[in-house]
């Protein structure tokens, strides 16, 4: 079969002619390419990476034997084992979610661990209770558009979206922010934070950048704030002041899709692409064949930050995707050679505290 090949750590996937993987499998429709698939292919994720050579990706969209349409994700999937950029996919230890009907498969694939990061913090690990103002860090990124439209659809008072990217911005304002700040552009990013929120500070902050930009959050929170940490882009230590998070009685909290248990990721995919499929999430992916796959991995790209606004898809599969009837979200796709939810009872995450 065909498939995305890496030959050596650090090294750009070309594609090649691979065995096909034994056991079940998927036939891929739609593979993102995530950040996580660079680290494993850097070796610096803490789990290590494949026997080289190996096929990455970490996550797809594909066909079961039976026909219906699962999103594959977790366990050794990519990381430590062949992962998923290929005309199939192993599923060995991974969850197969189904899908639900009528999804795209491409915006299917781009809301599994890029959306998902996304819409849990508010959904599941530090629900929203209704009324909150939130500050979403990176909100320009694919995960933070989506954090946007998620505190907005899960019922946040106010939204504030923070970001590097101008266009980013206004990408955000369109997806329901209230307000924007850029974070290249702010000399006290705090005194800005705090502006936004009529000097009271955010009592919800969305951070994938860690960094400074979180340093700021925090002495601009407001009391009892929850600030929900989920990635490093702006570095991997941040300066805190025990008084800031002590006297302000600040609830900081991680997160990693990882780590959610299997029974509440199920449900929350299928809950976040029937709000896509509906139209009240929306979220713009970059499709691109499995022969352009080094072109499209991100070191070699161009672009630089403006393209990781969408998230790439590689659609992989010879066969035709199953036919789809138009949504809200997909009347006017924002495309480039062809690139292209019910609220349910929110369920409080386990161990929420202050640590």
Request: charged letters at 25%; a positive charge; aromatic letters at 4%.
């Amino acid at each position: 079969m065909r498939a995305a090949l890496i030959r050596e750590v650090g090294g750009v996937p070309e594609p090649a002619e691979v065995a096909a993987p034994a056991g079940e499998t998927i036939e891929v429709l739609a593979a993102p390419i995530n950040p996580i698939d660079l680290a494993v292919s850097r070796g610096i994720l803490a789990t290590g990476h494949p026997d080289l050579p190996y096929v990455p990706g970490c996550e797809a969209v594909g066909r079961k034997e039976d026909g219906r349409v699962v999103w594959l994700f977790g366990g050794s999937l990519g990381r430590t084992s062949p992962g998923a950029i290929a005309e199939r996919a192993p599923v060995g230890d991974a969850q197969a979610i189904e899908v639900p009907e009528d999804a795209d498969p491409a915006l299917a694939a781009g809301l599994g661990i890029a959306g998902l990061a996304g819409w849990l913090p508010f959904a599941w690990r530090a629900p929203l209770a209704g009324g909150e103002t939130v500050l979403v860090l990176g909100a320009t990124g694919s995960v933070g558009l989506v954090a946007v439209q998620a505190a907005r659809l899960l019922g946040a008072a106010r939204v504030v979206a923070a970001g590097r990217s101008a266009s980013g911005l206004e990408r955000a304002a369109e997806c329901g922010a209230d307000a924007t700040i850029r974070l290249d552009e702010s000399g006290d990013l705090a005194a800005a934070f705090r502006e936004a929120f009529d000097g009271e500070g955010p009592s919800y902050v969305f951070d994938p950048l860690w960094g400074e930009p979180a340093a700021a959050a925090v002495r601009a929170a407001a009391s009892r704030a929850t600030i929900v940490n989920l990635g490093q882009s702006a570095g991997a230590t941040s300066e805190l002041a025990s008084a800031d998070v002590r006297f302000k009685n600040l609830s900081l909290l991680g997160h990693t899709n990882f780590a959610v248990p299997a029974d509440e990721l199920a449900e929350h995919y299928r809950r976040l692409v029937a709000h896509a499929v509906a139209g009240e999430i929306r979220l713009d992916v970059e499709r691109v064949p499995l022969a352009d796959v080094a072109d499209a991995w991100p070191p070699g790209r161009g672009r630089r930050h403006e393209a990781r606004r969408r998230p790439l898809t590689l659609p992989v599969s010879r066969a035709p995707a199953p036919p789809l009837r138009p949504s809200r979200s997909q009347a006017r796709p924002r495309t480039q050679r062809g690139r292209s939810t019910r609220r349910s009872r929110r369920r409080r995450a386990p161990g929420r505290r202050s640590p």
